[in-house]
Every structure is written in C-alpha cells, then in structure tokens.
T-cell receptor, first 112, second 113 residues
Framework: NAGVTQTPKFQVLKTGQSMTLQCAQD?????MSWYRQDPGMGLRLIHY???????DQGEVPNGYNVSRSTTEDFPLRLLSAAPSQTSVYFCASSYMNAGELFFGEGSRLTVL | KQEVTQIPAALSVPEGENLVLNCSFTDSAIYNLQWFRQDPGKGLTSLLL?????REQTSGRLNASLDKSSGRSTLYIAASQPGDSATYLCAVPYGGATNKLIFGTGTLLAVQP
C-alpha cells in the first residue's frame, strides 16, 4: 500500500517555465488537496477536490491549475513559474470529509 | 478570519521529561482539530484528531486536549524520547466540516538523550 505518492521529489525551473507536480493515491480517497509550505508561514492550501471532476480554490490559488479526472490522481500545474513559487509542495488525501489527512512526502521546487 | 498560533516555535528538553505543546485559534467555532508530526524532509503524519464535542483524545504516550471556549488545544507527550524529535503542527478546518485546513507554523521539538 503506497499511500500518497508525489513526483518529482526535487525540481529546478527557470522563471516562465511550466511544469506539473504529480500526486497519486491508492486508498480510494475522494478528498484530495495541495498545500505549499514556506518558512515562517506554515502550510497554505492551494487547491482542493472533493471527488473526480470537482475542484475548488484554496487560500493561494494564483499561478496554479488543477484538474481531477480520476479518483486516484490530482496533478498540480504551474503555468508560468515565478521565484515566489519556490516552496515545498504537499499533496494530501482523506477518506471522509473533516477526516484524518494522509500526506505525501513532498516535492521541493526551486524557481530561478 | 481564523488564525492558528503555536508557541513556542522551538523547544528543547532532556529525555524522559513530560512536555506540553500549545496551539491557539482565534475562532472557537471549529469542527475538529488535528495534530500532526513532521520529520525533516518528510511529509506530515496525523497523530490525533479531536472532534469539537470531545475534551481529549489519547494515543499511546500522546494526549491532546481541546478547550473551544478559550480557543486552545494542548498536546501532551509523556516520557519523551529522542525519537519524538520533530516538528509538531496543529490544524483546524476553514469552516464547518471540511478537509480544507488552516495550519499553525509548528513547534520544533528536540529531545536530548
């Protein structure tokens, strides 16, 4: 049972490049979300999904796109990377609303 | 707007000591509160989830209490061990029953052998 899997673990981008952070879970969880973690600011919610085909914005959605075509996958797309998007990104999932959250190991992104 | 605060930001204790980590929130109308542990370079692991109707929740050497009226939660760690060294974070839902969480900035705990 792999849980929540994030790829890549590390990525360096140049300003203006685009990329996709992958997140997959094998626990059949309906609820999935993306957070970013920055020093001194804690984790902040980027985007959120309550099931396939349904997404919602979080606290800091600008510059990011998501889609949820399957229950298992919830990719996060950076459209045009900026240095302010340098961060550690975490994907999380849950089997129920307001339930225990399961996190991936994180993806560390540096934008030069 | 809900704000979550954790004080102190860092704590160092000798092995074997009992300790308390604090979490404060500004809006007492929370649905539940979760405590997480984060090891360096790793993701978060949920430790305890305490519902708004509960006063406390226990798991092994960990005990979490919740006082909604005062906007506080504490995580009590008994007989601390070096393996408990990590960052501990608390989080509450944005509003109502949701998995959209607001996190505190965490307390970095170091347990000295």
């Amino acid at each position: 049972n792999a849980g929540v899997t994030q790829t890549p673990k590390f990525q360096v981008l140049k300003t203006g490049q685009s990329m996709t952070l992958q997140c997959a879970q094998d626990m059949n969880h309906e609820y999935m979300s993306w957070y970013r973690q920055d020093p001194g600011m804690g984790l902040r919610l980027i985007h959120y999904s309550v099931g396939a085909g349904i997404t919602d914005q979080g606290e800091v959605p600008n510059g990011y796109n998501v889609s949820r075509s399957t229950t298992e996958d919830f990719p996060l797309r950076l459209l045009s990377a900026a240095p302010s998007q340098t961060s550690v990104y975490f994907c999380a999932s849950s089997y129920m609303n307001a339930g225990e959250l399961f996190f991936g190991e994180g993806s560390r992104l540096t934008v030069l | 707007k809900q704000e979550v605060t954790q004080i102190p930001a860092a704590l160092s204790v000798p092995e074997g000591e009992n300790l308390v980590l604090n979490c404060s929130f500004t809006d007492s109308a929370i649905y539940n509160l979760q405590w997480f542990r984060q090891d360096p370079g790793k993701g978060l692991t949920s430790l305890l989830l305490i519902q708004s109707s509960q006063r406390e929740q226990t798991s092994g050497r960990l005990n979490a209490s919740l006082d909604k009226s005062s906007g506080r939660s504490t995580l009590y760690i008994a007989a601390s061990q070096p393996g408990d060294s990590a960052t501990y974070l608390c989080a509450v839902p944005y509003g109502g029953a949701t998995n959209k969480l607001i996190f505190g900035t965490g307390t970095l705990l170091a347990v000295q052998p």
